[in-house]
C-alpha cells in the first residue's frame, strides 16, 4: 500500500470513528450551569462599617495578648488535625505529579534471556532442522521500548489541571482548618480568663458574706435577730462555696479543650486574667461582602473544586472521542548471546501507530460522563452554599456584636446600681431598719449581677474572634 492510499485509510477512519462514535449523549434534564456570585452591597447599616476588612489583618496583629499568641503558634506547630490536613495537601501535590505524567511518553528499558524448545514434528521444528538451527535455541535480548498516547482531545491535559486545582483546594482547606483552630483556641482562651474572673468575683462575695454572717451571728447574741437568720446567712455561704467547685471544673475542662487543640497533655495554661477588663478592641471592620471571595479560605476552596469538576467533565466527554496511541522500541535480539551486540544483523526496532474508538463500552463511558456532570452541578450548588454561610456568618455575628453591646452597658448600670443598694441595705440592717432577708436578697442579686456582666463581657470577646473568623481572618501567617 502507498503511503498516499496509508495516509487516506487512516484519515478516513478517524472519521468514520469521530461521526459514529464520537458524540457525547445529551444531558437534557441535568444542565451544566454556572453559579450565582452576586452577593448583597452591604451587611447591614453600611455607613457604620469600614471598608477594609479585619480579615486582613494576622491574628497576631488582631491579638494582642503574648500568652494566646504563643498558645497559637504552638498549636499551628503542633495541632494533630491541622498536620492531618498537611498530609492531605502532600497526597494532592503527589497526585499532580502523576497526571503530568500520563500525558508524557513512557520509556521502559529491558533485558532478557531464555531458552526455546520447539517439537520436530511441527513446521518450525522441521524448518529448523532443515535449515541448521540448534535444537535448543536461546533468546537473548535488550532495549527500549516505549509508548505515547497523544493527548488530541486534551483529556489527559485536563485531568491533570483537574488534580493541580484539587491541590490548591487542598491548601486552602487547611488555610480553613488554621482560622477554625485559631479562633477555637481564642475563644477559649477568653472563656478561660473569663472563668478566672468570676471566681474571683465570687470569692470577694464569699468573704463579704462570711463577714456578714459574723455580724447575724453577733447579733443574734444580742437579741436583735433569731436563728433564722443565722441559717439562712450561712446557708448563703455554702451555696457559694459549693459553686466555687463547678467553675473550677470549668477552668479544668478549659485549660484541657485549649491543651488538646495545642497539641499536649494536660497542664496549666498561661495566661493575663487582668487583661479581662480591659476595654473592648475598636469595632472590627467588615469590608465589604464581596471581599468574602477572597478572604474566606472555604470560598476559595469551594471555588477551586468547582472549576475542576468543570474540567473532570471534559475529560469524561473526551472519552467518546478516538484515541491515538504511537509504540515504539528499539534494542538487540540475538539467539546467541555472542551475536547480541552485533550491528546492524541483531538490531531490531519497531514504531506503530494505534488509533483506537469505543464500541461496547460506551454505556460506562456514558454512566462516567453523566455522573461528572452531576458532580460539577453538587459543585455548583456547594459553592453557592458556601457563599451563602459565609455572609450570613457574617451578618449573624454583627447582630451579635451589637446585642450584646447594648447588654453589657445596662448590664454594667444595674452592677453599679446594685453594687449601691448593697450598700445601703447592710447600713439599714445595722441600724434595725431593714430585716436580714432585704440585705441577704441584695447581695445574692448583686453577686448575679457581677456574674452575668462577666459572662457578657467573655461574649463580647469570643464575638470579636468569630466576627474576624467570620471574614475571613486567621490563615494569614501570625507574624
Not at 453591646?405 to 447592710?426: D, G, I, P, T
Request: a neutral charge; hydrophobic letters at 40%.
Amino acid at each position: 500500500m502507498s503511503r498516499t492510499r496509508w495516509t487516506s485509510s487512516v484519515v478516513a477512519l478517524a472519521s468514520v470513528c469521530g461521526l459514529a462514535l464520537g458524540c457525547a449523549p445529551s444531558l437534557k434534564g441535568n444542565e451544566p450551569r454556572e453559579p450565582n456570585k452576586t452577593l448583597p452591597a452591604s451587611f447591614g447599616d453600611a455607613s457604620a462599617r469600614e471598608t477594609t476588612s479585619a480579615a486582613q489583618k494576622t491574628w497576631s496583629q488582631l491579638f494582642g495578648s503574648p500568652e494566646l499568641v504563643a498558645l497559637i503558634e504552638t498549636a499551628l506547630a503542633k495541632n494533630q488535625e491541622l498536620n492531618i490536613r498537611l498530609q492531605e495537601v502532600v497526597i494532592a501535590q503527589t497526585e499532580v505529579s502523576a497526571r503530568q505524567g500520563e500525558y508524557l511518553p513512557r520509556v521502559s528499558a529491558g533485558a532478557g534471556a531464555g531458552i526455546e524448545k520447539v517439537g520436530k514434528h511441527t513446521s518450525q521444528g522441521v524448518s529448523d532442522e532443515a535449515h541448521g538451527v540448534p535444537e535448543h535455541l536461546g533468546n537473548f535480548q535488550f532495549g527500549l521500548t516505549g509508548t505515547w498516547e497523544v493527548d488530541i482531545w486534551k483529556k489527559l491535559r485536563n485531568a491533570a489541571k483537574a488534580a493541580d486545582l484539587r491541590y490548591l483546594a487542598s491548601i486552602e482547606g487547611r488555610n480553613f482548618m488554621v482560622t477554625q483552630i485559631v479562633a477555637e483556641i481564642a475563644r477559649s482562651y477568653f472563656e478561660l480568663i473569663a472563668i478566672d474572673n468570676q471566681l474571683d468575683i465570687l470569692r470577694r462575695n464569699i468573704e463579704v458574706q462570711t463577714d456578714a454572717l459574723d455580724v447575724v451571728k453577733l447579733q443574734k447574741e444580742a437579741a436583735r435577730v433569731t436563728e433564722l437568720a443565722v441559717q439562712r446567712f450561712e446557708a448563703e455561704v455554702l451555696k457559694n462555696k459549693s459553686r466555687l467547685y463547678d467553675l473550677e471544673q470549668e477552668k479544668v475542662q478549659t485549660e484541657n479543650r485549649i491543651n488538646f487543640l495545642v497539641g499536649r497533655y494536660p497542664q496549666p495554661v498561661g495566661r493575663a486574667p487582668q487583661k479581662f477588663k480591659d476595654p473592648l478592641p475598636d469595632v472590627v471592620g467588615t469590608g465589604l461582602p464581596s471581599q468574602l471571595l477572597e478572604n474566606r479560605p472555604d470560598v476559595r476552596q469551594a471555588e477551586l473544586e468547582l472549576e475542576a469538576s468543570k474540567l473532570d467533565v471534559k475529560a469524561a466527554k473526551a472519552a467518546f472521542y478516538p484515541s491515538l496511541s504511537i509504540d515504539a522500541g528499539v534494542g538487540y535480539r540475538s539467539f546467541n548471546a555472542e551475536h547480541l551486540v552485533a550491528t546492524p544483523e541483531s538490531l531490531v526496532y519497531s514504531l506503530a501507530g494505534n488509533l483506537t474508538a469505543p464500541l461496547l463500552n460506551r454505556a460506562a463511558i456514558k454512566a462516567q460522563y453523566r455522573s461528572a456532570n452531576a458532580r460539577q452541578i453538587q459543585a455548583v450548588f456547594n459553592y453557592e452554599k458556601t457563599l451563602l454561610q459565609a455572609f450570613t456568618d457574617v451578618a449573624n455575628q454583627l447582630a451579635v456584636i451589637d446585642n450584646l453591646q447594648k447588654a453589657y452597658e445596662l448590664q454594667s448600670r444595674q452592677v453599679e446600681a446594685l453594687a449601691r443598694s448593697s450598700e445601703v441595705s447592710n447600713i439599714l440592717f445595722q441600724s434595725a431598719r431593714a430585716d436580714y432577708m432585704e440585705v441577704l436578697l441584695t447581695r445574692r442579686d448583686s453577686l448575679e449581677a457581677e456574674m452575668e456582666l462577666a459572662e457578657t463581657k467573655k461574649r463580647q470577646l469570643q464575638a470579636m474572634v468569630s466576627i474576624y473568623q467570620a471574614l475571613g481572618g486567621g490563615w494569614r501567617s501570625g507574624t
